[in-house]
């Protein structure tokens, strides 16, 4: 399929939640969510903050981070492979936890899954306001235009800068997010953007809401900073007939956490993001032998 193909089934995979095809799900439904590595922990400590003590399983495919470096076919099979494990667990909601595999693999990820499949995509571009808006993802996110396409279908007319950030994602996961050579860096990709007058920046990847602090201070006041992780934690919410009552801190108790890398490491970084320090198991998704 193509990418507008894929940008298509951003529309359906909403459209479908909103009919009768799908009525919503169980109060103790199982949520798969996944990311390249600790990234998507944005969005599980939002979820597990505003749904205390969900069950789910969070996938950090630490063994093969980053993915926005990766061609388009290899993201593909990294997504059916990753969804195809979370379904085999018991998942009865996928949520996309990565923006390149959104961007890029969603409608692999629907068909692999036949559960919802519920992505950052989408879900910020209806909730988005400005008129000018500029996009810091990955280099395969910002290149497949997916937030161009997802934003301009809900309203035309719009000024949309995406950039790809290669430097990002291995400095999150090396827990340097703010040094001058990552600055240096920030300011070369905040340029265009700058020189376009955005409004608005979506953070087009789930790692770089840790950088936030950094990114403010390199901005001009009044440029707003979207992490998309709300919208995405507020679409998968809706799905369910009960609420619950929002905790301060994430409840973990019924998430299990793995990663295809380091348990102990991914265990050590996720402390950061999750203001706890999480069991991590080890898991291998790819079948010995078998590569992209």
Do not use: K
Not at 185 to 213: K, M, N, T
């Amino acid at each position: 399929m193509t990418l507008s193909s894929s940008a298509d089934a951003l529309s359906l995979s909403l459209q479908r939640v909103a009919t009768s095809e799908f009525t919503g799900l169980r109060p103790q439904a199982l949520l798969g969510l996944f990311d390249s590595g600790l990234g998507g922990l944005t969005v599980l400590r939002r979820l597990l903050s505003q749904r205390p003590g969900q069950r789910c399983v969070y996938v950090g495919d630490t063994a093969r981070v980053p993915y926005g470096s990766r061609d388009r076919a290899e993201i593909r099979c990294i997504a059916a492979e990753v969804v195809g494990w979370l379904r085999e667990q018991g998942a009865e909601a996928v949520v996309m936890a990565c923006n390149t595999t959104n961007a890029l693999a969603l409608d692999v990820a629907q068909s692999e899954a036949g559960v919802p499949v519920l992505g950052l995509i989408d879900a910020v571009a209806r909730q988005v306001q400005q008129q000018r808006i500029g996009v810091l993802a990955t280099e395969a996110t910002a290149s497949s235009g997916a937030y161009g396409r997802a934003l301009q279908a809900q309203r035309q007319g719009l000024t949309i800068v995406e950039m790809g950030c290669p430097a990002f994602v291995p400095a999150v996961e090396a827990h340097q997010l703010d040094t001058p050579a990552l600055r240096r860096a920030a300011q070369r990709y905040l340029e265009p953007l700058l020189d376009a007058r955005v409004e608005a920046i979506v953070l087009g990847c789930s790692h770089y809401p840790l950088l936030e602090p950094m990114l403010r201070d390199l901005l001009p006041a009044g440029v707003e900073l979207i992490d998309p992780a709300h919208a995405l934690v507020d679409l998968t919410l809706s799905l369910f007939p009960d609420q619950r009552r929002p905790a301060i801190e994430p409840d973990l108790s019924g998430c299990r956490v793995v990663a295809t890398g380091d348990p102990a490491e991914f265990a050590a970084g996720s402390a950061r993001w999750l203001g706890q320090r999480p069991p991590v198991e080890q898991i291998s998704l790819q079948p010995e032998g078998h590569g992209h």
